[in-house]
T-cell receptor, first 109, second 115 residues
Framework: GQSLEQPSEVTAVEGAIVQINCTYQ??????LSWYQQHDGGAPTFLSY????GLEETGRFSSFLSRSDSYGYLLLQELQMKDSASYFC??????????FGQGTELSVKP | ETGVTQTPRHLVMGMTNKKSLKCEQH?????MYWYKQSAKKPLELMFV???????ENNSVPSRFSPECPNSSHLFLHLHTLQPEDSALYLC??????????????FGSGTRLTVV
């Protein structure tokens, strides 16, 4: 079967750092992706990791360990506008994107 | 605007109605997808079209019928739906292979309510 586990919700304050973890179990694995979705909006692509290690894009970084079937999204210098749902998603065999349940991040002043 | 346009944004339909959702992309992508997003559930992959050919149907009931007339347009035809089909229906497009620079581009979705 296929499953992705991530926390359902996380709360942090402005300016802080937050890490959202994701563990996965899938049939075939090509890479791990992260998407952000604001209320009522389209999910938007944040990052993609095909190889082990850390990928940095501005305030956001994403990490992958294929041997541990684990990854995380790191958000630094949190801003109020970062309040949203964050989904990890696995590209499985055939290159299809399978999503986790999403983590609702609330950033407080 | 993401580059993937979905219409209508909101739809209320009775269980005996027939309606269609439309998705359009002009990003030059060659794969298109339908996802269903219900409250407190992961996005569920429904259908995949690659180069206008349906390559996956994830055990979706026959009351949902997709159509991909060309690489820029995707439809989801709906008939005799049930109240539990009420959800946000998201269309996405991509190149066939993922990369570090981009992934799927999603539309803003159609919020469907079945009464």
């Amino acid at each position: 079967g296929q499953s992705l586990e991530q926390p359902s919700e996380v709360t942090a304050v402005e300016g802080a750092i937050v890490q959202i973890n994701c563990t996965y179990q899938t049939s075939g694995f090509y890479g791990l992706s992260w998407y952000q979705q604001h209320d009522g909006g389209a999910p938007t692509f944040l990052s993609y990791n095909a190889l082990d290690g850390l990928e940095e894009t501005g305030r956001f970084s994403s990490f992958l360990s294929r041997s541990d079937s684990y990854g995380y999204l790191l958000l630094q210098e949190l801003q109020m506008k970062d309040s949203a749902s964050y989904f990890c998603a696995v590209y499985n065999q055939g290159g299809k994107l399978i999503f986790g349940q999403g983590t609702e991040l609330s950033v407080k002043p | 605007e993401t580059g993937v346009t979905q219409t209508p944004r909101h739809l209320v339909m009775g269980m005996t109605n027939k309606k269609s959702l439309k998705c359009e992309q002009h990003l030059g992508h060659n794969a298109m997808y339908w996802y269903k997003q219900s409250a407190k559930k992961p996005l569920e992959l429904m259908f995949v079209y690659s180069l206008e050919e349906r390559v996956e149907n994830n055990s979706v009931p026959s009351r949902f019928s997709p159509e991909c007339p060309n690489s820029s347009h995707l439809f989801l035809h709906l008939h005799t739906l049930q109240p539990e089909d009420s959800a946000l229906y998201l269309c996405a497009s991509s190149q066939s292979r993922p990369s570090n620079n981009y992934g799927y581009t999603f539309g803003s979705g159609t919020r469907l309510t079945v009464v």
